[in-house]
């Protein structure tokens, strides 16, 4: 839901530098690889040391990149099967970046283990919601539906991570993680359960 009313926006607010980068010479694949190692450094050095408002600022500035680098692909015409693969998978090793650098912090300064387990659920969980729709696509079957898709995700756990760090008391940080665990799990489900229909009906057809 937040990607098909955020993307117009974003599109709008990017445009402009993605035009400039392209000028100078810089490729969406660059613009990709630099993001993602941006996201990876402040979840595993800033988080891990404690430092959780600083931690999401440095991520905030690198996780539109994911942004950016599909407006220039676009303007160059040059995206294709290598940019969206390149994209997806380096997005896994930034969302499982994120959620570990939160679960080592609690596991060790933070010393709350209830958060860093949860942290941990959604790390796996959430990989298992990016996994099922694309092994669902790589059998001919369609399994894009959920409740827990990537955008919401993110902008959760770093908002409210962000303002742990500045003094939100970490119990609502627990609840957030909870309830993304849950939708996750629920979004799981939804795509097993829908991808079983898919399977159902083609075998039904064809006997």
């Known amino acids: 839901m937040l990607n098909r009313h955020a993307r117009g926006f974003f599109t709008a607010l990017f445009t402009p530098l993605a035009r400039w980068l392209l000028r100078i010479g810089v490729s969406p694949d660059a613009v990709t690889v630099i993001g993602t190692a941006g996201v990876v450094?402040?979840?595993?050095?800033?988080?891990?040391?404690?430092?959780?408002?600083?931690?999401?600022?440095?991520?905030?500035?690198?996780?539109?990149?994911?942004?950016?680098?599909?407006?220039?692909?676009?303007l160059r015409d040059s995206g294709g099967r290598w940019g969206n693969f390149l994209d997806s998978t380096l997005d896994r090793i930034a969302d499982g970046a994120l959620f570990a650098g939160v679960a080592i912090w609690f596991f060790t300064g933070g010393a709350d283990y209830a958060i860093?387990?949860?942290?941990?659920?959604?790390?796996?969980?959430?990989?298992?919601?990016?996994?099922a729709r694309s092994?669902?696509?790589?059998?001919?079957?369609?399994?894009?539906?959920?409740?827990?898709?990537?955008?919401?995700?993110?902008?959760?756990?770093?908002?409210?991570?962000?303002?742990?760090?500045?003094?939100?008391?970490?119990?609502?940080?627990?609840?957030t993680l909870g309830l993304l665990a849950l939708a996750s799990l629920i979004t799981i489900i939804q795509r097993v359960a829908t991808v079983h229909r898919q399977a159902f009906a083609e075998s039904a057809a064809s006997d």
């Open 116 to 131: 860093a387990v949860a942290a941990m659920l959604c790390l796996v969980l959430g990989m298992v919601v990016s996994y």
């Open 41 to 74: 450094v402040g979840a595993l050095v800033f988080y891990p040391l404690g430092q959780l408002w600083w931690g999401t600022l440095f991520i905030t500035a690198f996780i539109f990149s994911d942004v950016l680098d599909g407006i220039m692909a676009r």
């Open 135 to 175: 092994k669902a696509e790589s059998l001919g079957f369609t399994a894009n539906v959920g409740i827990a898709e990537r955008a919401e995700r993110l902008v959760s756990v770093l908002v409210v991570t962000g303002f742990t760090g500045l003094g939100l008391p970490p119990v609502v940080l627990l609840v």
